[in-house]
């Protein structure tokens, strides 16, 4: 009985007609942190705060044939509780290069401030430009060459959620009493949105990069349509312009990046700059790392430059249970100029990865 089973198996999968699965592949990892804070201000209590990150990551790919394959990515985040969407792209590749399309960041995010993360810690950064970057983004489309001789270049176009330019008016209610007799309304006047509606990409990013054994040097421009932020006419874009630099030496790594931006936001007023230098040296089980940022201090809730310029440095070790497995520490200063307050931070956590 058994035999006629197995022949009739093998019979039968000989027979079913090819079919061609695409490789897929889970990653990503799980974070616990927690951090303790504080300032000179009074303003804020030392305690435990918690920062947890999971990143969950589904990739794909698919062989076509020729040279030429298929990929997509389906990146998710759950910190502190909550979720959202990082990456969910999908592309193609071969002898041509990379074609990318989909949510993503842009390469003067992802590949060149990306450079200025050396520590081990999740929950804290001193990666500069972290208001006026554009970040990840809806509506991408991308294009990376292949390398020539180690020089390679990308182009990427953002058609960003646009909105209306038209304002509207309409008629709600409110707390006012309804009755047989009466009925208290007032109106809501919608203005225009702060996106947008051209039929176009509103942000473009160019990059060009070269690699050569230790040394991996990367520069970008990206420029972001004005009417993105303000719909008054005559709103200047924003262009970011960056460079960053990253050199090994046996176990030591060099990292620097640099970034200046004009008419942050679309205000002409918002011209920012700053810059990052940090090192990550491994000893066994162990990595270190050691960075400092100076940027132009701005307003943290509307983004609006402030005068003088914040400083921040960080100091972190990774210690290796596991090729997956790691315990962290880090500690971070920070001054801020415009309010001259300074603020400690000092995190632990335990980190996997896989």
């Known amino acids: 009985m058994k035999k006629t089973l197995v022949a009739a198996a ?4 000989f027979a079913a007609p090819a079919v061609s699965f695409a ?3 889970i ?11 504080g300032d000179d201000s009074g303003t804020k209590e030392d305690g435990l705060v918690s920062k947890a990150a999971v990143d969950l990551v589904f990739s794909v790919s698919e062989d076509l044939g020729n040279g030429m394959s298929a990929f997509a990515k389906i990146h998710t985040l759950r910190d502190n509780g909550g979720s959202g969407n990082a990456d969910q792209v999908v592309g ?11 949510r993503m960041e842009d390469f003067s995010e992802s590949k060149l401030a990306g450079l200025a993360a050396v520590d081990s810690s999740d929950g804290l950064s ?75 990409f509103d942000a473009t990013d160019i990059m060009i990069e070269y690699a050569n054994g230790p040394l991996l040097v990367r520069a970008a421009r990206e420029t972001v349509d004005g009417g993105v932020y303000l719909s008054t006419a005559g709103t200047p874009d924003k262009e970011t312009d960056s460079i960053a630099i990253q050199y090994k030496m046996d176990n030591i790594t060099l990292h620097g990046y640099a970034f200046d931006v004009e008419n942050g936001k679309g205000v002409a007023s918002n ?36 005068s003088g310029d914040d400083e921040a440095w ?32 000092f995190a632990v956590g335990l980190k996997h990865v896989f």
């Open 10 to 13: 093998v019979a039968a999968s």
């Open 23 to 25: 490789d897929v592949s």
């Open 27 to 37: 990653s990503g990892n799980v974070i616990q942190e927690f951090v303790t804070d």
């Open 92 to 102: 193609l590749k071969g002898d041509f290069g990379t074609i990318v399309a989909g």
């Open 126 to 200: 001193i990666e500069p430009n972290g208001y006026h970057n554009t970040g990840r983004a809806e509506g991408g489309l991308a294009y990376v060459s292949p390398s020539f001789n180690g020089l390679t270049f990308g182009v990427a176009g953002y058609a960003l959620p646009n909105g209306s330019t038209a304002s509207s008016t309409v008629a709600a209610s409110t707390n006012g009493t309804v009755s047989s007799t009466s009925v208290t309304t007032t109106t809501i006047t919608y203005t225009a949105t702060t996106k947008d509606a051209d039929a176009k």
């Open 271 to 306: 011209d920012m700059d700053g810059y990052f230098v940090g090192a990550k040296i491994g000893m066994g089980a162990n990595t270190f790392s050691l960075s400092y940022a100076e940027e132009s201090d701005y307003n943290t809730t509307t983004g609006a430059k402030e």
């Open 314 to 345: 960080m100091v972190s070790v990774d210690h290796a249970l596991s090729k997956r497995t790691s315990l962290t520490a880090a500690f971070k200063s920070a001054d801020d100029a415009s309010t001259s307050t300074s603020s400690d931070e």
